[in-house]
C-alpha cells in the first residue's frame, strides 16, 4: 500500500468523528465540510512518522481549523437577519440512541454553545462530548492543561446552567409529535394547542432570505396562531415528513414540490416543548448529503 493509501485509509476512518467535532462547534455542517477539506491537506503534507497517534492528530487538527473558522463566522452571525438557527442534519436512529450524543446535537443544545466563546466551545465539546483528555485539549487550543481544566469548569457551568432538561423518548413523545404532524397539516387550532406545552417557544430562521419570526416566540397560543397564520392559503400546499433531526424527532416540510424547511422538535411527556424551524435557503441545500454524526 503507497504512503497516499495510508494517510486516506486513516482519514477515513476517523472521518465521522471529525465532521461531528467540527459541525459541533460550527453549527454549520457546510463550514465542517470545509474544515475537513483544511485539515486533510495538512494531514496529507504531515510527517506521518512522527505521528503516534492519527485519531489523537486529526482531532487536533480540526479543532484548530474549526476554531480559526468559528472567530470568523461569529463576527458575521452579529449581523445576521432574524434568528439564528445550526444548519440542520438528518440524522439515522443510532445517533438519537446514544443519549448524550443526541442531546449535544440537539437544536437546543447548540443554541447554548453559541454563548460560549471559541475557545470554552471547543474545550467543552472536545471535553464533554468526546472525553479528550485534558493534555490533548490543552495542544489543540494552545492552553495549558491547568487553564484547560479552569475553562471546562468554567463552560460546565455556564452550559448547565441554560441547557434544558435532558429529555428521553417515550411512547407518549411519539404521538405528540404525530399528532402535531396531523393538526399541522389540517389547521385545527383547538388540537394544536392541545399538543403544545403551555410554555412551547419556537425559533424560526429564514436568514433575511425566507419570511420567519425575529425573535423567538414563546407561549401555545401565540405560537399556534403563528404557525397556523403563517401556513395560511399554503395550507392546502404543505406536506410533512417525519424524520430524525439533529438527534432527535423532526419534519421536512414541502410546499407542494418545494422543500420550506426542517422543523425540529422538543418533546417532553406528552406536550411539544421548542419548536426549530430552518427556513434559511443555504441552510437546506446540503440536507442529507453529509456524513452520519458519530462520537466515537
Known amino acids: 500500500m503507497s504512503e497516499g493509501d495510508g494517510a486516506t485509509d486513516a482519514f477515513v ?3 465521522d468523528l471529525l465532521f461531528t467535532v467540527a459541525y459541533e462547534m460550527l453549527g454549520s455542517a457546510a463550514d465542517a465540510e470545509d474544515v475537513l477539506q483544511e485539515a486533510w491537506l495538512r494531514w496529507v503534507g504531515a510527517d506521518r512518522d512522527q505521528v503516534r497517534d492519527a485519531r489523537a492528530y486529526l482531532v487536533r487538527l480540526v479543532t484548530r481549523q474549526a476554531l480559526n473558522r468559528l472567530r470568523t463566522v461569529q463576527r458575521r452571525r452579529e ?11 438528518l440524522t439515522t436512529p443510532d445517533v438519537a440512541e446514544d443519549a448524550e450524543l443526541a442531546e449535544s446535537v440537539s437544536m437546543a443544545v447548540m443554541l447554548v454553545l453559541e ?3 471559541p475557545t470554552e466551545r471547543a474545550v467543552f465539546v472536545l471535553r464533554e462530548v468526546f472525553d479528550v483528555g485534558y493534555d490533548e485539549i490543552a495542544d489543540a487550543v494552545g492552553r495549558t492543561p491547568d487553564a484547560v481544566r479552569q475553562i471546562a469548569h468554567r463552560a460546565r457551568g455556564h452550559v448547565e446552567a441554560r441547557r434544558p432538561r435532558r429529555v428521553v423518548p417515550t411512547a407518549e413523545a411519539r404521538a405528540a409529535v404525530a399528532s402535531f404532524r396531523r393538526v399541522v397539516e389540517t389547521g385545527d387550532l383547538q388540537a394544536l394547542l392541545d399538543v403544545l406545552a403551555p410554555d412551547v417557544v419556537l425559533v424560526a430562521d429564514g436568514g433575511g432570505v425566507k419570511q420567519a419570526a425575529l425573535r423567538p416566540i ?3 397560543d401565540k405560537v399556534a396562531r403563528f404557525l397556523l397564520g403563517a401556513a395560511g392559503e399554503d395550507r392546502v400546499l404543505l406536506t410533512t415528513t417525519a424524520t430524525e433531526v439533529n438527534g432527535g424527532p423532526g419534519l421536512v416540510v414541502h410546499l407542494g414540490a418545494e422543500l420550506d424547511g426542517v422543523l425540529a422538535l422538543r418533546v417532553e411527556g406528552a406536550r411539544i416543548t421548542g419548536l426549530y424551524y430552518v427556513r434559511a435557503p443555504e441552510k437546506l441545500a446540503r440536507l442529507g448529503a453529509t456524513g452520519p454524526l458519530r462520537a466515537r
Do not use: D, I, K
Open 79 to 89: 449581523s445576521y437577519v432574524g434568528q439564528w438557527l445550526p444548519e440542520p442534519m
Open 115 to 117: 454563548t460560549l466563546t
Open 218 to 220: 414563546t407561549g401555545a
Open 13 to 15: 476512518a476517523h472521518r
